[in-house]
């Protein structure tokens, strides 16, 4: 059974950082999964913001973000990471992690193929106060 688990968000300042962490299980890295960083906030549509093909490490991002996100990830701990510098208000959101074995992370759309991720985590809330 495949489980996704996120960490790392919390309260900040406009400007900080944050480190978000994504623990999978139930698949190994050498596996031909993508996992990627959604966010959503109450009215907006979901949004998606980087993505990883954990066997080989293809990343994508969105404009919003390139030059301040990060995505990474550890395959000894089957753990995505997401690290997020100069963070601003229209951030918050709550932040999930999301896995699929469809090839669609490097697709210039990925940002809006949500549907197409078979598997989500609880979710973790990321607060930019300005």
């Known amino acids: 059974e495949v489980q996704l688990v996120e960490s790392g968000g919390g309260l900040v300042q406009a400007g900080e950082s944050l480190k978000l962490s994504c623990a999978a299980s139930g698949f190994s890295f050498d596996d031909d999964y993508a996992i990627a960083w959604f966010r959503q906030t109450p009215g907006k549509q979901r949004e998606g913001v980087s993505c990883i093909t954990v066997w080989d490490g293809k990343t994508n991002s969105v404009r919003s973000v390139k030059g301040r996100f990060t995505i990474s990830k550890n395959n000894d701990e089957n753990t995505v990471y997401l690290e997020m510098n100069g963070l601003k208000p229209e951030d918050t959101a709550i932040y999930y992690c999301?896995?699929?074995?469809?090839?669609?992370?490097?697709?210039?759309?990925?940002?809006?193929?949500?549907?197409?991720?078979?598997?989500w985590g609880q979710g973790t809330p990321v607060t930019v106060s300005s």
């Open positions: 999301a896995a699929t074995r469809r090839d669609i992370c490097i697709r210039t759309n990925f940002a809006n193929l949500g549907a197409l991720y078979d598997f």
